[in-house]
Nanobody, 122 residues
Framework: QVQLVESGGGLVQPGGSLRLSCATS????????IAWFRQAPGKGREGVSC?????YYSESVKGRFTISRDNAKNTVYLQMNSLNAEDAAVYYC??????????????????WGQGTQVTVSS
């Protein structure tokens, strides 16, 4: 049974940093794509970053966020720097295993975590 568990969210001041973690378990193969999506109140869920054989970023976070993975720990990280109010959202990690290529289309993902809240406020 595949499980994704996010952690690391919280309250941060504008300009600050946070590192989100997505602990994964239950995969039968190491060949998958893991993405981070976010959803702000009243808005749709948008993809911000993805890692498979390469890394991908949305234009809104490029240069500020960094995605990485530690295969020994089965964990994917999202380092978020220079946070601003527009980054405030619930952040979800998602896994695509049937076709393990990066995508920012939420319906292409097979498994989701429960989300972690990121609040940016002074």
């Amino acid at each position: 049974q595949v499980q994704l568990v996010e952690s690391g969210g919280g309250l941060v001041q504008p300009g600050g940093s946070l590192r989100l973690s997505c602990a994964t378990s239950g995969f039968t193969s190491d060949y998958n794509a893991i993405a981070w999506f976010r959803q702000a109140p009243g808005k749709g869920r948008e993809g911000v970053s993805c890692i498979s054989n390469s890394t991908y970023y949305s234009e809104s976070v490029k240069g500020r966020f960094t995605i990485s993975r530690d295969n020994a720990k089965n964990t994917v990280y999202l380092q978020m720097n220079s946070l601003n109010a527009e980054d405030a959202a619930v952040y979800y990690c998602a896994a695509r295993v049937r076709r393990p290529l990066c995508s920012f289309l939420k319906w292409e993902y097979d498994y989701w975590g429960q989300g972690t809240q990121v609040t940016v406020s002074s």
